[in-house]
């Protein structure tokens, strides 16, 4: 069942070539409600034709209150949050190698429902008479809803996106100050109207004396596809379009309004509880770790990772208790990525994860945890060994939901832990759903995990983080 890493793709020799002043294309807007269609249900063997019974009349939908809950981290399994419930969550399609766990599914999934035929369920009578194969379905059936959940989820925390700015766009300024003071810029709180439409953005301006962004980041950064983790740009602000501004000349346009640094984060969980804080920075990590994987896709590496850079969003539909989404925003100094090194950003992350472990000294206890003993062979791992961003990021993974390291030796039984983990974080959702709770950042993040691991994955996740 094993499926070894696909290969790092090479950049082909000649590069694309960037304009020398900052283009703005039109991004598009991420589809907010990215629900599969509900598929036509079945019909059962002699059940009775449309054309001699007429349907009955349907039922009226009720709305449901959803209560919330607070976050837990000391589990493995990954924590609740107030926001709009997932429409369902035994979702499911045909059967799917385990070992494509990294592709999408190739359809839109049907619902599974008690009613449904088992034929079309897949559980047929020489399957209920092997356990083997009636858990082979079971575990395809899971790892399918998970990839649903894990797109429902995706869709709701990142919103739907502004879009790029038009013609005839009014704008208005919210604030007199930045909202946040970032190493080379600062953010001011912007209204765009737009008929009868408004969304709040925020100006991006550069600091007085800031070194001045290179054309080719900006123009990267404007051509990316939306990405949870990486600053979406808008358009820009045309000088003299907002009296009183406290800025000269033009500003960009992002689609997200950020609250505060990784800097200033790191100065406002001192008081933390060592558990707590290594869970906390783990989660950031890996969403760094997602957004410098989508840089190395696009053969571009980053000069420098700078807490003060690092911006941190609240979710949306999440309380204030739930870990902040992180964006990757300093794109003036981007440059291309050497042939043949997809560990560019290792060394760099390696660092920062020792700046970020360092004020661990001045808590209360010692980083006693295994969490916080992972990230500290992790930060050893990252100069030595160098990996990717994906490596990266898969074996933070590990660290916050397991494999743990007993399971690292060569033949360990990490097929069945998979799967056995796919099935608790099923029944985790459906006992959040049952009470009235949503999942939030923490849960999709792990469905993320569970539906693209693999054997293979996992193996190299602990050789690199325990070898």
Same mark, same amino acid.
């Given at each position: 069942m094993t499926s070894p890493e696909p290969a790092p793709e090479t950049l082909e020799p000649d590069g694309p070539t960037w304009p020398t002043q900052p283009t703005y294309s039109n991004l598009g807007e991420v589809r907010a409600h990215l629900l599969p269609s509900k598929a036509c249900r079945p019909r059962t063997p002699g059940s009775p034709s449309p054309d001699l019974e007429p349907l009955p009349p349907p039922l009226p939908k009720k709305t449901l209150t959803r209560t919330q809950s607070l976050p837990t981290h000391g589990a493995p399994s990954p924590s609740s949050a107030r926001a709009q419930q997932p429409r369902q969550l035994l979702l499911g399609s045909h059967s799917v190698d385990e070992?494509?766990?990294?592709?999408?599914?190739?359809?839109?999934?049907?619902? =599974?429902? $008690?009613?449904?035929?088992?034929?079309?369920?897949?559980?047929?009578?020489?399957?209920?008479?092997?356990?083997?194969?009636?858990?082979?379905?079971?575990?395809?059936?899971?790892?399918?809803?998970?990839?649903?959940?894990?797109? =429902?989820?995706?869709?709701?925390?990142? #919103?739907?996106?502004?879009?790029?700015?038009?013609?005839?766009? #009014?704008?208005?300024?919210?604030?007199?100050?930045?909202?946040?003071?970032?190493?080379?810029?600062?953010?001011?709180?912007?209204?765009?109207?737009?008929?009868?439409?408004?969304?709040?953005?925020?100006? @991006?301006?550069? @600091?007085?004396?800031?070194?001045?962004?290179?054309?080719?980041?900006?123009?990267?950064?404007?051509?990316?596809?939306?990405?949870?983790?990486?600053?979406?740009?808008?358009?820009?602000?045309?000088?003299?379009?907002?009296?009183?501004?406290?800025?000269?000349?033009?500003?960009?346009?992002?689609?997200?309004?950020?609250?505060?640094?990784?800097?200033?984060?790191?100065?406002?969980?001192?008081?933390?509880?060592?558990?707590? $804080?290594?869970?906390?920075?783990?989660?950031?990590?890996?969403?760094?770790?997602?957004?410098?994987?989508?840089?190395?896709?696009?053969?571009?590496?980053?000069?420098?990772?700078?807490?003060?850079?690092?911006?941190?969003?609240?979710?949306? #539909?999440?309380v204030a208790s739930d870990p902040p989404r992180l964006l990757l925003a300093d794109f003036g100094r981007v440059r291309r990525r050497p042939l043949g090194a997809p560990g560019t950003h290792a060394p760099q992350l390696g660092r920062l994860l020792r700046s970020l472990l360092g004020p661990a000294a001045s808590l209360a206890s010692p980083l006693a945890s295994p969490l916080a003993a992972g990230l500290e062979r992790l930060a050893a791992q990252l100069p030595r060994v160098r990996p990717s961003a994906a490596q990266t990021r898969r074996a933070l993974q590990a660290l916050l939901w397991g494999p743990g390291p007993e399971l690292r030796g060569r033949g360990a039984p990490l097929g069945p832990w998979l799967r056995a983990r796919r099935a608790l974080l099923v029944l985790h959702l459906a006992e959040q759903a049952a009470g009235g709770e949503a999942p939030g950042l923490e849960d999709w993040l792990c469905c993320e995990y569970l539906a693209e691991a693999t054997e293979a994955l996992l193996s190299q996740a602990l050789v690199l983080l325990w070898d």
């Open positions: 070992t494509q766990a990294e592709a999408g599914p190739a359809c839109p999934p049907s619902e =599974l429902t $008690f009613s449904m035929p088992d034929a079309t369920l897949g559980l047929l009578a020489r399957d209920l008479r092997s356990p083997e194969a009636l858990l082979a379905a079971l575990a395809a059936r899971q790892l399918e809803g998970l990839r649903v959940i894990r797109a =429902l989820l995706g869709a709701r925390l990142m #919103g739907g996106h502004p879009g790029p700015c038009c013609p005839g766009d #009014g704008f208005r300024l919210l604030d007199s100050s930045p909202r946040v003071e970032s190493g080379d810029a600062l953010y001011y709180r912007v209204v765009r109207v737009h008929e009868d439409t408004w969304h709040i953005l925020t100006a @991006k301006v550069p @600091k007085p004396g800031a070194e001045v962004p290179h054309p080719w980041g900006l123009e990267l950064q404007a051509s990316l596809p939306p990405h949870f983790n990486l600053q979406g740009l808008c358009g820009l602000v045309p000088e003299d379009t907002l009296p009183g501004a406290p800025w000269r000349g033009p500003a960009v346009l992002a689609a997200e309004v950020p609250e505060r640094t990784v800097a200033q984060w790191l100065a406002e969980v001192r008081a933390q509880r060592s558990e707590e $804080f290594a869970w906390a920075l783990a989660l950031l990590l890996l969403q760094l770790s997602s957004a410098l994987e989508c840089l190395e896709a696009q053969g571009v590496a980053l000069a420098e990772l700078r807490p003060e850079n690092l911006l941190l969003v609240a979710p949306r #539909g999440c």
